[in-house]
């Protein structure tokens, strides 16, 4: 292992300590790439994520222009592809380069040199994936002069800072998921990890698992957790009167609590309807020749019927 100097150790501290701020939507974007040029240098700096190459992102060094998602013909991707350092890292963790596998002279006579390198006049390439379960590959490339052992070891080094970036990109995307999915559906929602835990579950979840299945702390109750991989119709579970309904939306759970609807006479299912059509009591008696004092009556039947003090959670129950 390469030992680094002591001004690599002050200018990765530095890195590291504002590398929060660099980064918009996506820790790892333009303003980050630039930044990381300071520590490694490069012509251009990538950052590749999702399935293989057809997404990536990528910065010009010197002139901080950067390409989001940079279009790739077929003939760029299948070169891209067949990089030894992109073969190697389909199936491992760490930092490579192109000289780990073949020296510059063989490279200059490939098809990938002739369609890839060459054009932009590229010779080195450096590249790291990151231990995460995505693809998640930093792509260094320059003209002049190899990468050094000092500039794998940078890339070594920072490896843990830039999966804790990640690991807190993704986990404030999936939030901001979830607080959509519960403003969209009025439900409550637990976010789902692949181990069978869960990160997050909004307060009335937590209510709601605790109230049907007992204390399970941040692990899926197990009749959960048997149903997911074979999911198609929403779980429901019954406790009295009530029944839990979840559905799997993405890697979220949707959980909503129901009840059978109570038995109303005629009258008062009608009155019930036109209130949810936003009549008031005296448009209601109107339209039905009663008073508006039997209005109230019956309203005050359904109210305690429904279990719920107000006009505008009636109509709920009768919409729900």
Known sequence: MTALARGDERRILR???????FGGDHPFEGEFLTQLGGLIRADWIGFLHGEGPSYADFVRVGDDHFFENLAWTEVERAACCGLPTFQYLKHNFGAVKISDFIPARELRRT?????????????????????????????????????????????VTLTPHL???????????????ALALHEANGTSVV????????????????????????KTGATLPAA?????????????????????????????????????FPQLTRREREILELV???KSNGEIAEHLWIAPGTVRKHLDNVYAKLDVHTR????????G
Do not use: C, K
């Open 15 to 21: 890195f590291v300590a504002e590398a929060d701020d």
């Open 163 to 177: 999966v804790r970036l990640d690991s807190a990109a993704n986990t404030r995307r999936r939030l901001l998921s």
């Open 276 to 278: 949810a059509d936003g």
């Open 111 to 155: 098809r990938l040199y002739d369609v890839l390198l060459g054009p932009v006049g590229l010779e080195h390439s450096l590249a790291l994936r990151l231990p995460v379960a995505e693809m998640a590959e930093f792509v260094f490339d320059r003209q002049e002069r190899d990468f050094s052992e000092r500039d794998r070891q940078v890339l």
């Open 191 to 214: 976010l789902l990890e692949p181990s069978g835990r869960f990160t997050y579950a909004s307060s009335e979840a937590q209510e709601l698992l605790e109230r049907y299945f007992g």
């Open 224 to 260: 959960i957790a048997s149903w997911l991989p074979s999911v198609a119709e929403p779980l429901r579970v019954a406790a009295g009167d009530r029944t839990l309904v979840i559905e799997h939306v993405g890697d979220a759970l949707l959980l909503e609590e129901r009840r059978p």
């Open 312 to 319: 505008t959670a009636a109509a709920a129950v009768l919409r």
